[in-house]
């Protein structure tokens, strides 16, 4: 990872995009990083096709087409409040396979590849980012919506919901080391290891480094490392979060897999 990773992705030929709100997109930051966003207004019948295509895109990339997030939670929680921001290629550009599993029968116009999405909280410059995706791998373009959606919105601290065994977390980390604000979540979809992480984005000034193809530097040693399905242990881990007694990071580079398992690197901190 060297260079201005999303010009780099411009030059290619990828178009960055923003996909919401007419008014949302009005106050995004119409360059980040310098490249023009081409704004695709969600709320203009002529752009429909951009709709199913986004939410192909996110059901293709989750594990298939019909696993694509409701189209109620993609206007709900995602065009309303904010905007999809990512990487778009003009469909005759398209690798074949993916024409057919994007079901592309138009070659005019722009199919998204790759979008990240944050909402804004009520506590002023924090984001909760919910999907990242990618459905052309090895070119970092999950990694690079998610960095082009946080300058967008100007986004200073971001929060989100994980799984432990995601290797995913090795995106999120590379913005920094993850404060596990809730290390058990018995109330999600996926009970086992899921936990709620924030991240502090020094600012936005992480965002810049990040996109010169810098790195945030870490180099506190783990206290221990978690594997991924120790839910008595992220039980425990919560039950002294909620006491207040001890904190946790989650590390860069985030999780390992290894023979007898996914394990994370855990910072323990006694309050
Ligand atoms: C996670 C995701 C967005 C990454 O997209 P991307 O940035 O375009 O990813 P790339 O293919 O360029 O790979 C980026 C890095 O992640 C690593 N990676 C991606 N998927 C991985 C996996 N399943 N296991 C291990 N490593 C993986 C790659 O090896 C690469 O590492 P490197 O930069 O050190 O070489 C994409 O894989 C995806 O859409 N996954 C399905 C949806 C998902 O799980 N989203 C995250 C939910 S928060």
């Known amino acids: 990872m060297s260079g201005h990773l999303v010009s780099k992705l411009v030059e290619e030929g990828y178009v960055p995009f923003a996909f919401g709100n007419r008014r949302n997109l009005e106050l995004l930051h119409p360059a ?3 490249v023009d966003l ?3 207004a969600a709320d203009d019948p002529k752009n429909l096709t951009y709709h199913h295509a986004i939410n192909r895109l996110n059901g293709l990339a989750y594990g298939g087409k019909d696993m694509g997030m409701p189209a109620w939670v993609q206007i709900d929680c995602g065009i309303l409040p904010s905007a999809f921001v990512g990487f ?5 550009l398209l690798p074949e396979k993916l024409k057919w599993q994007m079901e592309i029968n138009d070659e005019a116009g722009l199919v998204p590849v790759a979008e990240a999405i944050s909402i804004p909280t009520v506590q002023p410059g924090k984001f909760t980012s919910f999907s990242m995706c990618s459905v052309i791998p090895g070119k970092q373009l999950g990694y690079a919506a998610k960095l082009l959606s946080l300058k967008a919105y100007g986004c200073r601290e971001t929060a989100g919901v994980a799984q432990f065994d995601n290797f995913a977390l090795r995106i ?3 913005f920094g ?3 596990i604000e809730e290390p058990h979540v018995p109330y ?3 009970p086992e290891n ?5 991240c502090d984005l020094r600012g936005g000034s992480v965002l810049d480094v990040l996109e010169r193809g810098g790195r945030v530097d870490d180099d506190r040693e783990p206290t221990f490392w978690l594997e991924s399905r120790d839910t008595e242990r992220m039980v ?3 039950d002294r979060v909620r006491a207040r007694t001890h904190r946790y990071w989650l590390l860069p580079p985030g999780a390992q897999r290894r023979d007898d398992g996914v394990f994370s690197p855990i910072l323990e901190v006694e309050v």
């Not at 899921?194 to 924030?198: A, P």
């Open 194 to 198: 899921t936990f709620v992480y924030g």
């Open 236 to 238: 425990a881990m919560a």
């Open 172 to 174: 999120h980390t590379r």
């Open 177 to 179: 080391a993850l404060s």
């Open 38 to 40: 081409h704004m695709i």
């Open 88 to 92: 778009a290629l003009p469909a005759q």
């Open 188 to 190: 999600h979809t996926c």
């Open 32 to 34: 980040p990083f310098g």
